[in-house]
C-alpha cells in the first residue's frame, strides 16, 4: 500500500447541546480528519482527540502535529503491507496514540474499499448489527437528567450511562433509580475519586449499576483492584487502558470486571483488537466507547463493535444525538430496539460529505 496523497484537515462543529463530563464542559467539537488516496481508491479517518488535554494528554493541535511531523512521513517512509503492519511502524512514537490511531483508521478503511470489502469483516467482525446506549452528560438539573433518560428510553437505547463527580452522585443516583427502577443504568466518573473515597463509593452498590466507569485516576490500576474487592458493582476501566498489557495486567490484579475500549484512546484496530481478544480470553465483556466523534469515526465505532466480545452496548448512537447534520451519508441512525444495523460495506459502509466536510474545514494540508 502506498499513498499518493494524504489530506489532513481541521473540521469544526457546534454540538447540539453542551456535553459536561467531570473533567469539563464541550460545546464545539475540533476534529482532525485524514483521507487517504491512492491505487485508485481512498479511506478515511478521524482523530478522536479533544479540544483540551483533560480526557487524556492529547488535543487536536498535538493531534495535528504528531501527524504531520512524525506518523505521515513514517508511513511514507517505506510501502506498507497493510493496514495492520502500521501500528508497528508508529509503536517508536511514546503516546500519541489518537493521532496514529486516527491515521491507522484511514489505512484500514482505505484498504477495505480497495478490496471491496465491509471494514468489519477485514478487522475480523462477526455481529451484524451492535447494540446502542446512550452517554448523558452532567445536567443543570436532577429533572433535566431524568427527561433526557426517558428520552433516551422511549427512543429504545438499551442503556443509560450518567456521567458523575463529587457533588453529583449519590443524590442524583438515587432520583434516576425511584423514577426508573428497571433500567439498565451505569455511571461515569472519568477520574473524578480517589482511594479516600472508598466508603462513599461503596454507597453507589445499592443503586446496582451494570458498572461504574474509571472512578479513580487516569493513570491507575492498582488503587482501582483495591476499590474492585471492596464493591459489588463492576469496575469497568476506560482512560486506564491503553494497551494490550495494560489490559492483560488489570485483568491480572482484578482491577476491573468490563472494560469500555475506544478506537483512538489504544491507537487503532490492530491494538483495539488486541485489547479485544485479550479480554475475550478472561471471560471480560467489552463494548465500545465513544469521544463525541463526527460521522466519520461513528462509522469506525460500528466498524469496530462487530468483534464478537462487544457482548455491552456501546456508547455509539444516533448522528442527531450531537449533530444538526453530519459529515456522512446516510447519517447513523439508531432502530427502535437501541442497535444500529452494520451497513454492508464497502469501506465502513457510510459515504464521506465531501461537500459538507469543505464548508466545515478551518485548515487544510496536502502531504507530501
Ligand atoms: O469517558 O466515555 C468518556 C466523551 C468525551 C470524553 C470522554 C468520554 C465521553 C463520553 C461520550 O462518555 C461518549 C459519546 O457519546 O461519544
Ligand atoms: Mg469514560
Known amino acids: ?218 493513570d491507575d490500576l492498582l488503587d482501582h483492584a483495591r476499590l474492585q474487592q471492596a464493591l459489588e458493582t463492576p469496575v469497568c476501566l476506560d482512560e486506564s487502558i491503553r494497551t494490550v498489557r495494560h489490559a492483560e495486567q488489570a485483568i491480572e490484579i482484578g482491577a476491573c470486571r468490563i472494560v469500555n475500549i475506544k478506537l483512538g484512546r489504544v491507537g487503532g484496530f490492530l491494538r483495539a483488537r488486541q485489547i479485544h481478544d485479550c479480554c475475550q480470553a478472561a471471560k471480560i465483556p467489552v463494548w465500545c466507547g465513544g469521544m463525541l466523534e463526527s460521522g466519520i469515526g461513528r462509522a469506525h465505532n460500528i466498524a469496530l463493535s462487530t468483534l464478537p466480545n462487544f457482548v455491552l452496548p456501546g456508547d455509539v448512537s444516533a448522528s442527531r444525538r450531537y449533530w444538526t447534520t453530519d459529515v456522512i451519508t446516510p447519517e447513523v441512525e439508531v432502530t427502535p430496539h437501541g442497535t444500529i444495523p452494520v451497513p454492508p460495506g464497502p469501506g465502513f459502509g457510510y459515504e464521506a460529505d465531501r461537500e459538507r466536510i469543505e464548508a466545515l474545514t478551518t485548515r487544510k494540508e496536502v502531504l507530501p
Not at 23 to 35: A, C, D, K, S, Y
Not at 74 to 85: C, G, I
Not at 94 to 123: C, D
Open 1 to 218: 500500500m502506498k499513498p499518493d496523497r494524504i489530506t489532513l484537515r481541521e473540521i469544526r462543529m457546534p454540538l447540539v447541546a453542551p456535553f459536561e463530563t467531570s473533567f469539563g464542559v464541550t460545546r464545539e467539537r475540533r476534529m482532525v480528519l485524514i483521507e487517504i488516496a491512492g491505487e485508485g481508491g481512498s479511506g478515511w479517518g478521524e482523530v478522536t482527540a479533544g479540544e483540551t488535554p483533560f480526557y487524556n494528554e492529547e488535543t487536536t493541535d498535538t493531534a495535528w502535529h504528531i501527524l504531520k511531523d512524525f506518523a505521515i512521513p513514517k508511513l511514507l517512509e517505506k510501502p506498507l503491507s497493510s493496514a495492520a503492519a502500521f501500528a508497528e511502524r508508529v509503536e517508536p512514537i511514546r503516546g500519541h496514540r489518537m493521532a496514529n490511531g486516527g491515521l491507522e483508521a484511514a489505512l484500514w478503511e482505505w484498504e477495505a474499499r480497495l478490496s471491496g470489502r465491509s471494514l468489519s469483516s477485514l478487522i475480523g467482525g462477526t455481529l451484524r448489527e451492535i447494540s446502542c446506549g446512550v452517554s448523558l452528560g452532567i445536567q443543570p438539573s436532577i429533572e433535566e437528567l431524568l427527561e433526557k433518560i426517558q428520552t433516551g428510553v422511549a427512543a429504545g437505547y438499551q442503556r443509560v450511562k450518567i456521567k458523575i463527580k463529587p457533588g453529583w452522585d449519590l443524590e442524583v443516583l438515587e432520583q434516576v433509580r425511584e423514577r426508573f427502577p428497571r433500567l439498565r443504568l451505569m455511571a461515569d466518573a472519568n477520574s473524578a475519586y480517589t482511594l479516600a473515597d472508598r466508603a462513599h463509593l461503596k454507597l453507589l452498590d445499592r443503586f446496582y449499576l451494570m458498572m461504574l466507569e474509571q472512578p479513580l485516576a487516569h
